[in-house]
């Protein structure tokens, strides 16, 4: 605890972080936002503000390198504090009281902005911090990003101790060496403790992954861009409901269901990726992202609508991901997915597969959830990717004691596997029925030794 000192005044520097209250849950739709950058290109960030109800009122750029200490200029960011400070009520300035910095900043760069600008600073930790407050909606989610956010703010507080311990100019008056100290101690205790709890949390899950794959299903993964359709497209494939949201990062939960028609084949949705997502933030994430992605099979996912760099650089900040989450010989075989082909011609398509090509990627496959093309193509590869070519089966009716009836074997066919059609009438006295069917080989094994006699393979497939 902090003890008898009272809690400085860091949560407006840290963008209200942890260290108010156990449950951050300030909404920040309508406030007014300046918007500070060096890139040409703020369209993702200001989506992401956007995203929170937040209104860039103006964009304010300056070119050149960033200043180690400032990132902005000096000079420009004082302007800007004037400005600030001596705006009047019809000033286009009047109710903005947050400052956005479209870069990753440092902690001493954020604490340095702060110094001179005296409003609120979020750079784009900040900002991805309180879009994933919001959209936490499982207890494992809230931990998470609890984490993160405690993680941020650790950083600041280090640095404020660092100021006050070699004698730095203050600007938070409030923190003494041993008010920052004591929150940050607070501050690692909590962290402490959640880890704790969101390991519980992951072996939960590593068990629930272990008892599905003894089980004998099969995985695929959904991954992609924010607001690439992932979601969307669970949904489609799966028949469950999840929440499917034009705004970024609407899924931070991984949820999985079982493709219909094919029971022993589950997809998994989960968070996107975004670029740049600060390390910090996608740890904490880790655990769930990992269900999705240690898979059978993964579906990678980009938006068809896109222009085509846009797809190429969504595309490639996945594969960084990958490759930085996993060994190359333990990332799954992958399928790429133009998703929203409904929005697009016939040129635009051409031009969208292309991109994907150019990046060394398989064909892609097009589909849309709207119109509902290209589903059955997609449900079509994913079995034949995991199961091989449909196998031929023979069901013999019962002769002996302990044998069963026909209809009971396509029964279980069906729960085993995915008949590709439903066989036409069983007369289970006397007739053979044949059936093509995806199914794996162990569980048409296990099928076999079940009814000796009755189920004979009669071609199946390149899997001998
Ligand atoms: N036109 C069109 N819109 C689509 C299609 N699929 C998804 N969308 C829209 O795209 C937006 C994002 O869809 P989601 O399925 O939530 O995307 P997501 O990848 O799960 O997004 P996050 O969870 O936020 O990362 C929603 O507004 C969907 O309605 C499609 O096939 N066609
Ligand atoms: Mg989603």
Redesign the pocket.
Known sequence: MAGAEPVPDVPLLAGSGGLISDDVTLSHAGRRAVLLTRDADTAEFEALAATLGIEVVEVLRQSGSPDPRTHMGRGRLESVGDELASRRGDHPWADVDLVLVHATLLPRQLVNIHDVLTVEVWDRVRLLLELFTK?AASVEARTQVRIARLAADRLVLRELVRRVTTGERLGYGAGGRHGWRGVLETVNREITSLRRRQRRHASARRERRRQRAKSGALTVG?A????????????ALSGKQ???????????ETTVGRMQASPRLLLV?T??FIDQLPSDLLDAFSATLMESLECDLLLL?A?A?DSPPEIRRRLETCQRELAERMDIDERPAYLVVL?????LDDAARARARESVLELGMPEALL?????GEGLDELRQVILNRLHGAPRQLRLHPPTEEGDVPVAALIAELYERGLPTEHPEQVNDGVEVVEVECWIDAASLGRMQRAHPRQVESVYDGEQG
Request: aromatic share 8%.
């Open positions: 959209h959904l992609g861009y924010t607001n690439a359709g992932k979601s969307s497209l669970f949904a999840v929440l499917v949201d034009d705004r970024l990062f609407s899924t931070l949705d968070i996107g996912l938006d609508s998703t929203k082909v409904d929005l589909a849309s959830t709207v119109t």
